[in-house]
């Protein structure tokens, strides 16, 4: 793999194809995808001022989505919205099953293990489908594989 960030649905999809495919023949422990936070919530303040770089409120930003594969199986964290969305766009996947819903009291979410045995493309769709219509991106957001 050459690349590792894509902006539009079909490159992300090749993407993320290609990573699935590259985790599976290295056989690396796991894959993880990121979203690219907008760029608003990367800086805070004047840009030309490095102390003005944080945010005002010192309140703890948001962490950007992630989507982690190992094998067979999909692994991330929803908030109970999120969740739902999640279960929707499965129905559309009958090959998938979640495997394991985890939700500790001191988390404000749950954690979802998926079992997706499919090829690669297919992953690749799901993926784009859960961070567009699961965590709400928009249409060109980035995201990068940040570890297979």
Same mark, same amino acid.
């Given at each position: 793999?050459?690349?590792?960030d894509a902006?539009?649905?079909?490159?992300r999809?090749?993407l993320f194809?290609?990573?699935?495919?590259?985790?599976r &023949?290295?056989?690396?422990?796991? !894959?993880?995808?990121?979203?690219?936070?907008?760029?608003?919530? !990367?800086?805070?303040?004047?840009?030309?001022?490095?102390d003005?770089?944080?945010?005002?409120?010192?309140? &703890?930003?948001?962490?950007p989505?992630?989507?982690? *594969?190992?094998?067979?199986?999909?692994?991330l964290?929803?908030?109970?919205?999120? #969740?739902?969305? #999640?279960?929707?766009? #499965?129905d559309?996947?009958?090959e998938?099953?979640?495997d394991?819903?985890?939700?500790?009291?001191?988390? &404000?979410?749950?954690?979802?293990?998926i079992?997706?045995?499919?090829?690669a493309?297919? #992953?690749?769709? *799901? !993926?784009?489908?859960?961070? =567009? &219509?699961?965590?709400?991106?928009?249409?060109d957001?980035r995201?990068? =594989?940040?570890?297979?």
């Amino acid at each position: 793999m050459t690349r590792f960030d894509a902006n539009t649905s079909a490159d992300r999809r090749k993407l993320f194809a290609d990573a699935v495919t590259a985790h599976r &023949e290295r056989g690396s422990a796991f !894959l993880t995808i990121e979203v690219e936070p907008p760029r608003e919530q !990367l800086q805070f303040g004047d840009p030309d001022d490095e102390d003005d770089r944080s945010d005002p409120d010192d309140g &703890e930003q948001e962490a950007p989505p992630w989507i982690q *594969f190992a094998e067979k199986t999909f692994n991330l964290d929803c908030t109970d919205e999120e #969740l739902s969305r #999640l279960h929707d766009v #499965l129905d559309e996947y009958p090959e998938f099953r979640v495997d394991e819903q985890e939700a500790p009291d001191e988390a &404000e979410g749950t954690n979802v293990r998926i079992s997706a045995r499919s090829d690669a493309n297919r #992953l690749a769709g *799901f !993926l784009d489908r859960a961070f =567009v &219509e699961v965590y709400d991106q928009p249409e060109d957001y980035r995201a990068w =594989v940040v570890q297979i």
